[in-house]
């Protein structure tokens, strides 16, 4: 079982705020960067969110992330149809030199 | 263009082994750590091991360490995952995957589209 939490799901309706949150401690998030990935549906990850805040170039900006504490959370501004996956919080564990992948969030448009 | 190709994925009988190969290319494969994501059918995404750019340190999740051995061969741009002992709990989709650090992993930034390991 993975020591970061997410809810299983998340919904809203287009156009929405949708806010996925990550939950762990102060020797995994509270120490380390958050990763953020998203996972269409049949398809590889692909990298949402780096080091807390960052988004790599080509994804749009209506993805942000955020951290405090011991906790992360990723925000959806303007929900779209295309949206619709299984989002993954992460972390290396520098204390451990391991990653750690969060159980996952299915989002749904409703 | 980033491009990550796994192959070696098959059907294999408990205990037995099998190597999984990926071929990288479109980037300095040796600037790269690169890791090993595996996801079993209709679950999350589970880490594997990690190699770093010089292939000196290696890492790897609790359930596999002693059994699987993760190494590259940077002249030719190849990482490979010898999985050996093989139990039905490592039936997954394995994935290839590079990150954007030599020696200091975190950022994986890009995903190869994966090969499917089933032990039965």
């Known amino acids: 079982q993975s020591v970061l939490t997410q809810p299983p799901s998340a919904s809203g309706t287009p156009g929405q705020r949708v806010t996925i949150s990550c939950s762990g401690g102060?020797?995994?998030?509270?120490?380390?960067?958050v990763y953020w990935y998203q996972q269409l549906p049949r398809t590889a990850p692909k990298l949402l969110i780096y080091?807390?805040?960052q988004r790599p170039s080509g994804v749009p900006g209506r993805f942000s992330g955020s951290k405090s504490d011991t906790s992360a959370s990723l925000a959806i501004d303007g929900l779209q149809s295309e949206d619709e996956a299984d989002y993954y919080c992460a972390i290396w564990d520098d204390s451990l030199s391991k990653y750690v992948f969060g159980t996952g969030t299915k989002v749904t448009v409703l | 263009e980033v491009k990550l190709v796994e192959s070696g994925g098959g059907v294999v009988q408990p205990g037995g082994s099998l190597r999984l190969s990926c071929a990288a290319s479109g980037f300095t494969f040796d600037a790269s750590a690169m890791h090993w994501v595996r996801q079993a059918p209709g679950k999350g995404l589970e880490w594997v091991a990690t190699?770093?750019?010089?292939?000196?340190?290696?890492y790897y999740v609790d359930s596999v360490t002693g059994r699987f051995t993760v190494s590259r061969d940077n002249s030719k741009n190849f990482l490979s995952l010898q999985m050996s002992s093989l139990r039905t709990e490592d039936t997954a989709i394995y994935y290839c995957?590079?990150?954007?650090?030599?020696?200091?992993?975190?950022?994986?930034?890009?995903w190869g589209q994966g090969t499917l390991v089933t032990v039965s």
């Open positions: 190699i770093t750019g010089d292939g000196v340190s290696s």
């Open positions: 102060t020797s995994n998030i509270g120490s380390d960067y």
């Open positions: 080091s807390n805040t």
């Open positions: 995957a590079r990150d954007t650090y030599k020696w200091n992993p975190g950022t994986i930034a890009d």
